[in-house]
Nanobody, 118 residues
Framework: VQLQASGGGLVQAGGSLTLSCAAS?????????MAWYRQAQGKQRELVAG???????TYGGTLRGRFVISRDNFKNTVYLRMNNLKADDTGVYFC????????????WGQGTQVTVSS
């Protein structure tokens, strides 16, 4: 499976962005968990949100309500809608996929930069 992340950019504080993670080589229905992580400069990578094959979602920290993760199985794409963005949301956002073919596997997409200006 390969993941292609897109949608990052420069946005003012209070604005919104939607990131996309398009999967190829494997159907989302056959991926246990799709997730977004982010990494700010000088900090560790942290979970932003995840969505499993049943559509159940999880969010990191206090992001629930401000960020929304969703999936489109027909487009084989996972989205991250980010609202009311803050300067602290600045970082590189990565998507990943966890799957199991008898052996657990994890694939990372390339990151997409999100910069929030205050």
């Amino acid at each position: 499976v390969q993941l292609q992340a897109s949608g990052g950019g420069l946005v003012q504080a209070g604005g919104s962005l939607t990131l996309s993670c398009a999967a190829s080589g494997r159907s989302l229905r056959d991926i246990n968990l799709m997730a977004w992580y982010r990494q700010a400069q000088g900090k560790q990578r942290e979970l932003v949100a995840g969505i499993n094959s049943s559509g159940r979602t999880t969010y990191g920290g206090t992001l629930r309500g401000r960020f929304v993760i969703s999936r489109d199985n027909f487009k084989n794409t996972v989205y991250l809608r980010m609202n009311n963005l803050k300067a602290d949301d600045t970082g590189v956002y990565f998507c990943n996929a966890d799957f199991d073919d008898g052996v657990p596997g994890r694939v990372w997409g390339q990151g997409t930069q999100v910069t929030v200006s205050s």
